[in-house]
């Protein structure tokens, strides 16, 4: 019961406000100093993989880029469904705040991991199970902010991509599943491991500090643009003329 | 006839019956897609190569490209002129649950837009000079797939109804969800081309029609909700 | 510092993938700031609109 009434307190839009904005340097700064020293640490600190080399450096942005991306998704249709389901804005707010960080982050990943393959396997891109489902999650990014743009009205923006956001994380298995079925069955599988057996503790560390880097990232860089949408959603609340000094 | 009394299937068995004979009083429905099917084809070759060997290697490629695009061609006239003239509303409004009417609608639509591929589909595959023993997989593949695309896409078309740019928006939302349908309909025509057996891909593809035929009304009608609101 | 830029041979490849990771980092924080400043100066704006409004209908 308790734990309810903090849910519904929290997802009242000026309550959410003023915490979000107290909480925007809790998340930034750790972030920060988090991927400044994973990016020194992949750079600089770790050794060169006997097998790949420098190059393998790429992935201290590549991994994180990955898992953020499909981080960002599954947030987007959690907050989608809770908003179709119990009718609150805030998490529709949250999930129209989410795609484009999302998006960007997917073809992050996509270009960093071209530019991975080209010394690797010699080519720009390969078809590979992972770098296309990879692109196809981009794709469903790219639709789903499309349909969010040709609604006028935000409450039916916000409902009908809610609607697309869970049929995409229905399919995204399903997706999964048939990229890799469709790669295994291609001539002789040449998929390269990119993540090697067992990393040493000198290269690991670096990668783990990227990735809570860049989820705590994602958390500030949600708490502001959820608050900007609060602030276009909210027409007229009284609450909102705290915020003009005078 | 009072509504109320109607039974549920009988009111499905209405909405089927209706769209079928729209329809047949507007050929071009159907016929449209399936030329479109055919033209797609024939650019294969002109882009490719007229060399059969090539041609019958990309065969399964081509029927499946082809197929696609062309029922995404067909979803515009899904909704679109039920709208217009309200009888959509009129059917949020029945008192019967909308995803059946919805379902018996989406049928209809298979009817009418993937039946006349499934038929198209081994005249491509001649075109492409694909041996004549791949037809029943092919032919039972594209059914299967042709299913799977006419109920994601209705969910996609509903979505869209209240937009005013809808048709490339349609096809923006719909490629990216249908695309393990290609892989498995075009990977079961290949596996039967190849002599080996296409049954594993035929039934996770028909595993996905199952899913989706369960999943997409509940979430075309929610989508037509919120489209009309 | 040459061997560093180098990369061992990869510094073509190992570059451009940080300078996008910068480029996709600044253009996230700067967007979502943008929409900030933006929705603070809209909303600031409605609020005085009402307030004048008020103000004229009280006089």
């Not at chain 1, 743009?149 to 049929?167: E, F, I, K, N, T």
Request: hydrophobic share 55%; glycine share 6%; proline share 6%.
């Amino acid at each position: 019961m308790a734990t309810w009434t903090w849910f519904h307190k929290l997802s009242s839009p000026p309550h959410f406000y003023r915490i979000a904005g107290k909480m925007i340097p809790w998340y930034a700064i750790p972030a920060a100093l988090l991927i400044v020293a994973g990016i020194y640490g992949g750079l600089v600190a770790a050794p060169a993989d006997y097998q790949q080399g420098e190059a393998f450096r790429i992935i201290y942005v590549h991994a994180p880029s990955a898992w953020l991306s499909l981080m960002c998704y599954t947030t987007m249709a959690v907050a989608a469904a809770v908003g179709l389901i119990w009718r609150i804005k805030l998490a529709h707010a949250l999930a129209a705040a989410t795609a484009p960080i999302g998006a960007s982050f997917a073809l992050l990943c996509l270009v960093t991991g071209s530019l991975w393959g080209r010394p690797m396997w010699g080519t720009w891109w390969v078809w590979d199970g992972r770098l296309t489902s990879q692109l196809i999650l981009f794709f469903l990014y790219l639709g789903y902010m499309a349909l969010r743009s040709a609604y006028d009205d935000l409450q039916r923006a916000d409902r009908a991509s809610a609607v697309l956001a869970l049929v995409g994380v229905v399919n995204v298995p399903i997706i999964h599943f048939s990229v890799y079925w469709w790669n295994s069955l291609h001539q002789g599988s040449t998929v390269i491991r990119k993540d090697g057996p067992a990393m040493p503790p000198s290269m690991l560390v670096p990668l783990l500090m990227c990735f809570a880097g860049f989820t705590l990232l994602y958390a500030a860089l949600a708490c502001v643009r959820v608050r900007a949408e609060v602030l276009n959603r909210e027409r007229n609340a009284t609450w909102l003329k705290e915020l003009s000094p005078s | 006839m009072n509504p109320v009394t109607t039974s549920l299937g009988r009111a499905a068995w209405l909405v089927l019956e209706r769209d079928l004979r729209l329809a047949l009083r507007r050929w071009e429905q159907i016929t449209h897609p399936v030329a479109f099917f055919l033209m797609i084809a024939s650019l294969f070759p002109l882009a490719l190569s007229p060399e059969p060997s090539q041609l019958r290697n990309i065969s399964p490629c081509v029927v499946w490209v082809g197929a696609l695009l062309s029922s995404l061609l067909a979803l515009e006239s899904l909704y679109r002129s039920d709208q217009d003239d309200g009888t959509l509303e009129q059917m949020t409004l029945s008192g019967q649950p909308l995803p059946v009417l919805l379902f018996a609608k989406t049928v209809a639509h298979w009817l009418l837009s993937g039946i006349p591929l499934v038929v198209a589909a081994p005249l491509v595959g001649l075109w492409m000079g694909a041996p004549e023993r791949t037809f029943g997989v092919m032919m039972l593949s594209v059914a299967l797939g042709t299913g799977v695309l006419s109920f994601l896409g209705s969910v996609a078309a509903a979505l869209t109804l209240g937009t005013r740019r809808g048709s490339v928006l349609l096809s923006l939302l719909v490629l990216p969800l249908a695309l393990p349908v290609l892989i498995f309909g075009a990977k079961a025509t290949d596996l039967a081309m190849r002599g080996e057996s296409p049954a594993g891909a035929v039934l996770l593809l028909a595993a996905v029609l199952i899913l989706t035929v369960t999943l997409a009304p509940w979430a075309s009608a929610a989508a037509v909700r919120i489209s009309l609101e | 510092m040459h061997d560093f830029l180098d990369m061992g041979g990869y510094g073509l490849y190992v570059w451009p993938s940080y300078g996008l990771a910068a480029a996709v980092l600044a253009w996230n924080i700067w967007s979502a700031l943008r929409l900030q400043r933006i929705a603070l100066e809209h909303a600031r704006r409605r609020v005085a609109i009402a307030k004048s409004d008020a103000e004229r209908a009280a006089h």
